[in-house]
């Protein structure tokens, strides 16, 4: 079955710190991999998606992803966190398969 | 444009009874998915619609799970009877084909 993982459960940053969350996929054909935000009280929003093409994808809020096809991942990084990015970050892949969530905390 | 959503957003009720839960999804989506989330664990799968169809439905739990989006427009989940383990979030989101989904805001289920 294709599956995503996310090892990072509860990450804490001060802010101005540098984020990667780590997320990583085990299934081959099409990749489609996705990063969804939930901010507290808030709906999941997408935040960037992979189809194809560049594999350095650009999403809302400063955020970008990078798909390393030879590591089978599809981290999320921000170079500089700020206190309003504290939320629950998820990755999701092809069929929509959710990782276990990042819960990110950025102190002020 | 409305957003999905979902009815109710909170439902208590007691073990063995019956609960509907309904998803509006986006005027035009095909696509219509429902999740659930138990407290502090992943979120999963349960099935997927296009339209009226269950496009994959193997996430679904157990028998007691019956989903149902007739005229291919809002979709029902109906738990009966309801167990203790089926408490948590139940989310539901819609997409055109091969596009972003959009969630809704979730129902919280507690049975106790």
């Known amino acids: 079955a294709q599956s995503v993982s996310q090892h990072n459960h509860h990450v804490i940053l001060s802010e101005a710190a540098s984020l990667e969350l780590g997320c990583n996929y085990s299934y081959g054909g099409t990749v489609n991999l996705f990063w969804y935000v939930q901010y507290p009280g808030q709906h999941l929003q997408l935040l960037l998606k992979y189809f194809s093409g560049d594999p350095l994808v650009k999403g809302i809020k400063g955020f970008e992803a990078e798909f390393i096809k030879s590591k089978f991942s599809f981290n999320l990084r921000k170079p500089s966190v700020q206190w309003s990015d504290t939320a629950e970050y998820f990755c999701?892949?092809?069929?929509?398969?959710f990782g276990a969530g990042t819960r990110l905390t950025v102190k002020p | 444009e409305a957003g999905v959503t979902q009815f109710p957003s909170h439902s208590v009720i007691e073990k063995g009874q019956t609960v509907t839960l309904r998803c509006d999804p986006i005027?035009?989506?095909?696509?219509l998915y429902w999740y659930r989330r138990v407290m502090g664990k992943e979120i999963k799968f349960l099935l997927h619609?296009?339209?009226?169809?269950?496009?994959?439905e193997s996430g679904m739990p157990n028998n007691r799970f019956l989903a149902e989006r007739t005229g291919g427009t809002y979709s029902t989940l109906k738990v009966q009877p309801a167990e203790l383990e089926d408490s948590g979030v139940y989310f539901c989101?819609?997409?055109?084909?091969?596009?972003?989904?959009?969630f809704g805001p979730g129902t919280r289920l507690l049975v106790l």
């Open positions: 989101a819609s997409s055109t084909l091969g596009e972003t989904q959009y």
């Open positions: 999701a892949g092809n069929d929509m398969r």
């Open positions: 619609f296009v339209k009226e169809s269950k496009q994959d």
């Open positions: 005027s035009g989506h095909d696509n």
